[in-house]
């Protein structure tokens, strides 16, 4: 299954474009739309180059999500799952409660698993975090979404 273009919008408006590494609240080097492997400090990219990161991106969420769900979800679901897994990486995501909430066919057990997904560590610490907060809120809320569709089962997503 694809992330939606409603989903990949919420993704980027979430993320936030940037053109020059910076480092994240995790003090990741990170450029574009949240990407971080092989970013170093000074990188910079043009727009073209970011979308074209993004799509990368977005294909290999959606890949993983096919690997790791075993269980049909709706279009909103997969959205609100592949906005997570871009935001905590697939580790996280792999050996999350939510997953193995969702894969045991526990939907509002995943679903309340959203807002423990909002710590960043500052200054050594791990802190609730505000932005994160609030994206868990929205992430659940499309999670949680009525949609009449149901897929039929994940499927490779096409570049």
Request: hydrophobic content about 45%.
């Given at each position: 299954m694809d992330i939606s273009p409603e989903g990949i919008a919420r993704i980027q408006a979430f993320e936030g474009l940037k053109l020059t590494a910076y480092q994240c609240s995790a003090d990741k080097w990170t450029l574009v739309y949240g990407h971080t492997a092989g970013?170093?400090?000074?990188?910079?990219?043009?727009?073209?180059?970011a979308e074209a990161f993004l799509r990368e991106?977005?294909?290999?969420?959606?890949?993983?999500?096919d690997i790791l769900l075993k269980v049909t979800v709706r279009q909103n679901q997969f959205d609100?799952?592949?906005?997570?897994?871009?935001?905590i990486g697939v580790k996280a995501f792999a050996h999350s409660t939510l997953l193995g909430k969702l894969n045991a066919g526990d939907e509002a057990g995943a679903a309340a698993e959203f807002p423990?997904?909002?710590?960043?560590?500052?200054?050594?610490?791990?802190?609730?975090?505000?932005?994160?907060?609030?994206?868990?809120q929205?992430?659940?809320?499309?999670?949680?979404a009525?949609?009449?569709?149901?897929?039929?089962a994940p499927h490779r997503v096409t570049a």
């Open positions: 970013v170093k400090a000074g990188d910079t990219m043009t727009p073209g180059q991106d977005i294909t290999l969420i959606c890949l993983q999500l609100a799952l592949g906005s997570l897994l871009f935001n423990k997904w909002c710590y960043g560590t500052v200054k050594g610490k791990k802190v609730a975090l505000r932005g994160l907060m609030a994206r868990r929205q992430e659940k809320a499309r999670f949680e009525v949609e009449l569709s149901l897929m039929k």
